[in-house]
């Protein structure tokens, strides 16, 4: 069985550098992918995933989605985490990348998930306190919705004003260096 996976890699391999088939499109960014989340969310599922990328190859590879789902005790067959990995492998690698693990929870809110274990994972790893998958009406989360556009620029800004901060109170340090510095000379 594993010579068929590994002739069947190098296989689609061949094929992508012959032209007669083309790689899996990825976008750039997976914040302007998964517009349902917020950028703060996506930060808290990366810190997720890099909990679980234990060779920080940032992929999560069959052994460590076996690792994670038995730490989230919900320990899987290696059928059903080849599976797993099978419903999100966009690019067909055999393991998953960061934007594949955000498609989890993408499908998971859309409630498109097939594979039992990829659903435990999107319900035990909800980052998820506020939006559409915790709205508790259909109202509210019409309004989070329409909000979401603005709730985007909102954290830019926020991210924006945080490292302005950050860069003045830097250079504040660095002339009181400075200072302390020409004391001595």
């Known amino acids: 069985m594993a010579d068929s996976e ?18 899996a499109k ?5 914040y302007a992918e998964f517009k349902e989340f917020s950028i703060q969310e996506i930060k808290e599922y990366r810190k997720v995933f890099q909990k679980y990328d234990v060779d920080r190859s940032n992929f999560i590879d069959f052994m460590e989605l076996k690792l994670m789902m038995e730490k989230l005790g919900e320990p899987q067959t290696h059928l059903q985490l080849k599976s797993m990995i099978k419903e999100v492998d966009e690019d ?4 998953i990348s960061f934007r594949e693990f955000m498609l989890i ?3 998971a809110m859309k409630g498109e998930l ?3 274990g990829l659903a435990k ?8 306190a506020e939006g559409v ?14 909000s979401k556009g603005a709730k985007f620029e909102q954290e830019i800004k926020a991210e924006q004003e945080k490292k302005q901060k ?3 109170e830097q250079k504040a340090r660095r002339a009181a260096f400075k200072e302390k510095a020409s004391l001595f000379h």
């Not at 990825?26 to 997976?30: C, F, I, N």
């Not at 998958?133 to 329409?146: D, I, L, M, N, R």
């Open 133 to 146: 998958k915790g709205a508790k009406s259909f109202f509210e989360a019409k309004v989070a919705e329409q």
């Open 6 to 23: 590994l002739s069947a890699k190098l296989n689609r391999r061949t094929d992508i550098n012959e032209g007669s088939a083309s790689p």
């Open 105 to 107: 929870f993408q499908k």
């Open 121 to 128: 994972i999107a319900n035990v790893c909800d980052v998820t």
């Open 114 to 116: 097939e594979c039992e």
């Open 26 to 30: 990825v976008s750039r960014s997976v």
């Open 92 to 95: 067909n690698d055999g393991q």
């Open 166 to 168: 950050e860069a003045e």
